[in-house]
């Protein structure tokens, strides 16, 4: 009886962490998608401002510093910025192919912290921190620091 009974515990243990480790895969997959859709391929591989319209947040933007000084870019302009870019005559969508790599992908409850490196022609380029929060519609990323790699 109590070998049975400690058979059944170990059972439901081992479900309930086969669910949980299920549901966090559901959720860095859908992380994940989010930022390829919109950040990866909307705002640097096929440079698709309604995509990234739909992945950031209206109030996202990107910080940075100059000295002690905090730099604050607004997604409106960025994809203001992503639209020019892509409309320009001299624009050619072969010679704008970004590799990207998730170093990480962090998830505690409605928030995520995603670290992702970005390649271009074989350089690392950047190296991104992107916040990101669960909205009723879904995920969206609100903030992003960054660091630009020197080319090397």
Same mark, same amino acid.
């Given at each position: 009886m109590k070998t049975r009974l400690i058979n059944t515990l170990i059972v *439901?243990?081992?479900? @309930?962490?086969?669910? !949980?480790?299920?549901?966090?895969?559901?959720?860095? =997959?859908? +992380?994940?998608?989010t930022v390829l859709n919109g950040y990866v391929n909307g705002a640097f591989n096929a440079l698709n401002p309604e995509a990234m319209?739909?992945? *950031?947040?209206?109030? @996202?933007?990107?910080? !940075?510093?100059?000295?002690?000084?905090?730099?604050? =870019?607004? +997604?409106?302009?960025?994809?203001?910025n992503?639209?020019?870019?892509?409309?320009?005559?001299?624009?050619?969508?072969?010679?704008?192919?970004?590799?990207?790599?998730?170093?990480?992908?962090?998830v505690t409850g409605n928030s995520a912290m995603v670290k992702l490196e970005l390649f271009h022609e074989g350089n690392h380029v950047f190296t991104d921190y992107l916040s990101l929060l669960k909205f009723n519609e879904g995920w969206k990323i609100v903030a992003k620091v960054f660091t630009q790699h020197e080319p090397g």
């Open positions: *439901f243990i081992i479900a @309930f962490l086969a669910t !949980s480790v299920q549901a966090q895969s559901q959720v860095e =997959y859908e +992380i994940r998608e319209g739909e992945t *950031f947040h209206e109030e @996202f933007a990107i910080f !940075s510093t100059d000295g002690e000084n905090l730099n604050r =870019y607004p +997604i409106a302009n960025w994809i203001q992503t639209a020019a870019q892509k409309n320009h005559p001299n624009f050619d969508p072969a010679d704008n192919v970004w590799d990207h790599s998730f170093s990480s992908v962090d």
